[in-house]
């Protein structure tokens, strides 16, 4: 009985996978289309991206305080403190930055995009729209979709900036590192393309997965209450472990 239960969830998961990929092919088909609504596409990335800076902007300020605050306690025990900017500054760029802004953004906007496009599936918005010829893959799934590509690498953008101030202000203005070691080590040890730019490219892909779940989980959402919950519970579920082995991934081939 077990090993059937097993059976039938694995089957069940690759089914999903297969439907989700096609999914992903439908809205690329859609893109060109969904450029006409362009006015759509503003208002998601305000949606998804704007509303979510006070949550992605908060955390970037302590995550940097407590990443300078632990790093520092550490590297004295090296004799290495002038070393606190340029360390704060590559966990930052190459993992915490992208892979915290991608928890955050599934937390808050995923789930969001799930929620909205549920109840439009509950309240037969979306049949209504299939009935009168609007393809609702263009309309609704693709500039939701455009917008989470677009909005998460400017999150985790704005994620890194405070938390290198938040690093800054604990080790310059509290712990006492010298404020032109801090900033000169940090800037001749950090590569534009090798730290920052490798950073830039998770965040499009943990954008670009986040996103796709979350509108491929709403527009299947069962037509109730208790199936958009459902949904939007899947939606955080399955963001946090994509986004850690997508990050395992990516890590392994740009390093």
Request: with cysteine; charged share 10%; glycine share 10%.
């Amino acid at each position: 009985m077990n090993t059937l239960v097993r059976r039938n969830w694995l089957l069940n998961g690759i089914a999903q996978l297969g439907e989700c990929g096609l999914f992903f092919l439908d809205i690329l088909v859609a893109l060109p289309k969904s450029l006409r609504h362009f006015r759509e596409i503003c208002r998601q990335v305000w949606f998804v991206g704007a509303m979510s800076l006070t949550i992605v902007m908060t955390c970037g300020m302590f995550v940097g305080m407590v990443l300078a605050l632990q790093l520092y306690y550490t590297l004295s025990i090296f004799g290495g403190t002038a070393a606190l900017g340029t360390v704060v500054a590559l966990s930052l760029f190459r993992e915490l930055g992208p892979v915290v802004t991608a928890l955050l953004f599934a937390g808050r906007a995923g789930t969001a995009v799930t929620a909205e496009i549920g109840l439009m599936r509950a309240t037969d918005q979306i049949d209504a729209m299939e009935m009168m010829a609007v393809d609702p893959i263009a309309y609704v799934v693709a500039p939701r979709y455009l917008a989470g590509v677009i909005a998460m690498p400017l999150l985790m953008c704005l994620f890194n900036a405070l938390g290198i101030l938040g690093g800054h202000l604990v080790g310059v203005t509290w712990l006492g590192v010298d404020n032109g070691t801090f900033w000169g080590n940090m800037t001749s040890t950090v590569d534009l393309w090798k730290d920052i730019i490798d950073g830039v490219w998770k965040s499009l892909a943990f954008g670009a997965v986040v996103t796709l779940i979350a509108v491929f989980q709403g527009y299947n959402a069962p037509p109730t209450s208790e199936g958009v919950a459902y949904s939007t519970t899947r939606t955080v579920v399955f963001s946090a472990i994509v986004i850690l082995a997508v990050d395992f991934v990516m890590t392994a081939f740009l390093t």
